[in-house]
């Protein structure tokens, strides 16, 4: 492919190619970083807040202590289960530091969930939130991670508000269920040990892991994408440079963080692109506590917030939102889900800022697509290939589909994952011979090298940004004694853009809504629990016996008109 009509949409001073040789690894920028930016405050939580030069320190004797163990081998995997902390950063950057690789585990997920991600990755270590730990000791029967270190929410938040933020979420709120772990040490024991022993910087290179970043799978089977160094670094520098042309300045720059930072937009957009910079980040621990979420953008002139669209939705609708002062908002970047037209101009009416839509996938670190930074207006468009990046549109064969003509979206270029951890055939399904990676949405390109997306080849549901995958539920669900066959679709949703419905077969009649829902809640994390269910004498099949989902869709949506 020579043709890349995008080029000539790009704002002035986006490079067609990003510097991606510029670091060997994402330690080696941060180290740059934490020196140049020495005495800036890096993050802040809950009042808290933590320089650049702290997290340094911290970080080093994470990863020290890490080595002290004797337990932990380069390219060994560490799972990182918590929300949105100052601890975050500080395990991240310690594990990766330590020539580590990071597992991001969502911290709502079940036992099963759970479970599955630590024995696929193999990690020998796991780092957790106290509020979380229950849900590890039921796990323990089945996988045995070598280190085990828990934290509490306020462990970072210095005294007495540590203090007091630990006691109420323990023992007013009752937000930390009875557990059990042997052999567990504390995040804040782990920090003061680190602290007295000696760190060796590890040798890092592009081919080096950084990442297991899992995905759900078309299989039922949640796989991890192995995201490298030189992935990462790519991504970084393909997504500092197009913002560039939005004036940010180094060491000045304060976003908003609500978006969960073990999700790969925010891990990447947040977490590392705004610390190349220097940036002030904002972490918000509960985002849908949305009076409060409010509160705090109060207290900041905060110039750039991520999000995906039921976020902004979300704001826009929340009181004492639109009286916030918008006078330093240079960007607002709604990625995870399609932007909504409505919500991104009364959006842009509320803030003045435009909200710009981005495209990406786990599996592309995750940006592969951005509308311009200079946009003013919403175009309902995924936007153009970013620097180092192209894109196009193939048909069933492989063929590239000419301007205007619909096909599966494909995307090639340094960010695109090195395949499924343990899963060659998954991997040789998603990566072409060629290199380009099939995305599973269909997507049109028009003369001017934007691409916006019209449909979806696969049965994947998206719900507030997280993909749910069908078969997952249905495997899941079977197994309930109770149930013979169940059909899994996606139904939109005015929230979340979508929500999961399921078509339920059972083998006893007796079976009710509540009983599904009570063993979905102990199987599935919230969003992955079906909110619509109905019971059916019988689901649409091929003549293999394949349970035809687009019918189920195409029913439901006759039953709703």
């Known amino acids: ?62 990863a020290a202590w890490i080595q002290s163990t004797g337990k932990f081998s380069k390219g060994d995997r560490v799972a990182l289960m918590m929300p949105n902390l100052l601890q975050y950063p500080i395990a991240v950057f310690g ?7 990071v597992v991001n585990t969502n911290p709502l997920y079940t036992r099963r969930e759970l479970q599955h991600q630590l024995e696929d990755s193999g990690a ?37 508000k540590s203090l007091i933020i630990n006691s109420v979420v323990k023992y007013v709120k009752k937000m930390v269920p009875a557990f059990n772990l042997p052999g567990s040490i504390s995040f804040s024991d782990v920090l003061k040990q680190g602290a007295n022993h000696q760190f060796e910087k590890p040798v890092l290179g592009h081919d080096d892991l950084a990442f297991l970043q899992y995905t759900g799978g078309t299989t039922g089977v949640a796989k991890g994408a192995m995201l490298s160094h030189g992935n990462m670094v790519a991504n970084m520098q393909q997504a500092f440079h197009w913002l560039e ?33 220097g940036a002030k980040n904002i972490l918000i621990l509960n985002p849908r506590d949305l009076p409060a979420f409010v509160k705090e953008l109060s207290k900041h002139k905060f110039t750039a917030i991520t999000g995906v669209n039921t976020l902004f939705n979300a704001l826009v609708n929340t009181d004492g939102f639109s009286k916030l002062d918008f006078s330093s908002l240079k960007i607002t970047l709604g990625g995870g889900m399609a932007v909504q037209e409505s919500v991104a101009k009364e959006w842009k009416e509320i803030t003045g800022c435009p909200l710009i839509e981005a495209y990406g996938l786990t599996e592309t670190s995750p940006a592969a697509c951005i509308n311009p930074i200079t946009s003013t207006d919403y175009n309902g468009a995924i936007g153009l290939p970013i620097s180092s990046t192209e894109a196009c549109v193939k048909d069933e064969d492989g063929n590239h589909m000419p301007v205007g003509e619909r096909g599966e979206l494909c995307i090639r270029g340094p960010q695109v994952m090195k395949g499924y951890w343990q899963r060659e055939e998954a991997t040789a399904n998603t990566i072409d011979k060629d290199g380009w990676l099939h995305t599973g949405d ?14 979806r080849l696969k049965d994947m549901i998206l719900v507030s940004g997280f993909n749910v995958y069908p078969n997952e539920i249905e495997n899941v669900l079977v197994s309930h004694p109770d149930i013979l066959e169940v ?10 853009g979508e929500i999961v419905k399921v078509f339920i077969v059972a083998k006893n009649k007796s079976l009710t809504e509540a009983d599904v829902k009570q063993f979905c809640k102990e199987n599935f994390t919230g969003y992955k629990r079906p909110k619509q269910i109905a019971f059916v004498d019988e689901l649409p099949k091929s003549n293999v016996g394949k349970i035809l989902r687009r019918e189920l869709r195409e029913q439901d949506e006759k039953n709703s008109a």
Request: glycine share 6%; hydrophobic share 45%.
């Open 1 to 62: 492919m020579t043709e890349k009509p995008w080029l000539q949409s790009y704002p002035e001073g986006v490079p067609e190619f990003a510097d991606i040789d510029a670091y060997d690894s994402v330690v080696d920028l941060f180290n740059e970083s934490v020196e140049k930016f020495k005495d800036n405050v890096a993050f802040e939580s809950m009042g808290a807040s933590m320089t650049f030069g702290e997290l340094d320190d911290y970080s080093r004797a994470f």
């Open 95 to 101: 594990i990766l530091r330590a020539g580590l690789v």
């Open 124 to 160: 020998k270590g796991i780092i957790i939130v106290e509020n979380f730990a229950n849900t590890l000791e039921k796990t323990l029967a089945h996988v045995n991670p070598e280190v085990i270190i828990t934290t509490r929410i306020g462990d970072m938040l210095g005294f007495p």
């Open 245 to 277: 042309p939005s004036d940010i300045s180094e060491g000045e720059e304060i976003i908003i963080t609500a978006l969960p930072l073990y999700h790969i937009f925010a891990l990447t957009a947040n977490c590392l692109v705004y610390t190349k910079i």
């Open 442 to 455: 269909i997507a049109v390109m028009d003369e001017h090298g934007y691409f916006t997306i019209v449909d």
């Open 487 to 496: 059909g899994a679709i996606g139904v939109p949703d005015d929230h979340s």
